[in-house]
């Protein structure tokens, strides 16, 4: 078979790198189709020193500098099949071409992916979903069966603060799943497991640990920045927890939410990171940040408190899977990260930020309802509790279950972390094998 990996980012290597190893193992050619446009994210065009360490081959590599010849590429594409962990875009399912396609369209999910899948016609434009769990078939479900008019009145009132998830719900509203949508989206659907789980064994803790200079005698706190810093605000809640000046906290916090203002405790960005490191340093623990592909986090208050700051190295395996398979506890603001450090056999802390609307979160997004405070697994704490109680605490505390530690896998991760990704592959190879025989 012949397979093209549209690769949009450059950090989309570290959930396909892994299928495209398993691929090449068996035989099969891949392509992939850097984003050479001085659109995308400087940090994320093509970058050879980051390029994939692959075992069984390697593959081939193509180009494209726009959209429109993204476009023009995929449409002509003679091979067997497309391979993405995004959807087809509105322009690719609305032209003639794509009714016409020889092709299977392969999606392969995280966390992001099936928030851009509304109607029906999003559901028959992929022909193959590699989906992690059976809660995440089941979620995606009931994120496109619930109706949200009411959902939707309620994140409007929350101004600012309800935006983020009001973008997704508005966009459901009339597209809500019938029964003929749910058995397309099941029909088409296979449990394969989380692929960045099938690199944990790839990862070598002595090695990363020297190549990151760090002591292998003293534990390590891994923190995962908040997505903040270089994005911008995704509500006042996050442009109030970024503030570290008091008087501008407070300022702000009145301009935000008005008389209501006055009531918000200074619980902010900087004061939780500061519990962090009276935390680690308490236990003589080693704090190492990872920042995301558009931070730069010099002269942040991350870098003040860090001992090591990392940031998107390596791809396969993925910097932050490195990261949780040297920590004792991984410390993040709601990222699916989570599900990497519990593979990696890492328990961790998640810091609720003040105002952020969790359960219309949860009721928008169901794949994520405990997700980020599972017992005996993961913790999840408001962030004035950080700031009061953390610096007290022992390390042993945030301790991690075996056997919860599995169920958590279960239904975030994987059915197990053997083969994902040659369960992946045999989807692809059953599903380009089912075209050939209705053609």
Known sequence: MKILFPIVRFNWYRTVAPVMDALMARGHHVVCLHNQSYENFTSNRPDASRFPCFRSGQPEIRSYQSEEELMAKLMSWDGDAIASIDLPLKPWIESADWGN????????????????????????AVDLFCLRSDWELESCILDHRTRYSETCAELEKLGPDGRKMLRIVEKRLGNEWDNATESEFRSRSVITGYPMLATLPLVHREEVLARWGIDPKRPVIGIWSTPTSGRGYHGSYDWLFAESNPLKFYLKALSAYGVKGFGVSLANEKRCLQAIHHFARKHDAQVVVKARHYQELDGTVYAQIADRVVGEESYYPHTAVELACISRLMIGFRTSGYVEAVGAGCSFLNIEIPRDPLEHTYRVLHFWRGLCDFQRVGYSWTADRVISDLPGMHLDEFGIDPVQRNEFLLRYGSPDLQNICNRVVDAIEQSCKNEEGSR
């Open 101 to 124: 396609r020889r092709f299977r369209y392969i999606a392969i999910s995280t966390t992001d992916t099936l928030k851009r899948l509304y109607g029906a016609r999003d559901v028959t």
